[in-house]
């Protein structure tokens, strides 16, 4: 069983930065793959970013791609979504999500969720 939290979310104007958190329990963190997803209003949960277990793979959407970085640190069971240059459209609540296998870019392959924290970008 993995118990995620997120922080770090905020108000920020156009061009502005934040950094994510999401911290886990549990001692097998470090075997778990990680995602981080977000969500508007009216829209499905999206895609955003994911890590494998060593950190040594990530992978990004389209969207994000040079402005958000991926990391995580095995020791601190933490990771997080650095996020440069945000635009009115990043805003959205954000969930982390762990994974017992590779990195996936479909939410109904990961295993644990977050309760979410709020970004809100404005112009």
């Known amino acids: 069983q993995v118990q995620l939290v997120e922080s770090g979310g905020g108000l920020v104007q156009a061009g502005g930065s934040l950094r994510l958190s999401c911290a886990a329990s549990g001692r097998t963190f470090s075997t778990y793959a990680m995602g981080w997803f977000r969500q508007a209003p009216g829209k499905e949960r999206e895609f955003v970013a994911h890590?494998?277990?060593?950190?040594?793979?990530?992978s990004y959407a389209d969207s994000v791609k040079g402005r958000f970085t991926i990391s995580r640190d095995n020791a601190k069971n933490t990771v997080y979504l650095q996020m440069n240059n945000l635009k009115p459209e990043d805003t959205a609540v954000y969930y982390c999500?762990?994974?017992?296998?590779?990195?996936?870019?479909?939410?109904?392959?990961?295993?644990?969720w977050g309760q979410g924290t709020q970004v809100t970008v404005s112009s």
């Open positions: 890590i494998n277990w060593s950190g040594y793979t990530t």
């Open positions: 999500a762990a994974r017992r296998s590779s990195g996936s870019y479909y939410v109904y392959e990961y295993d644990y």
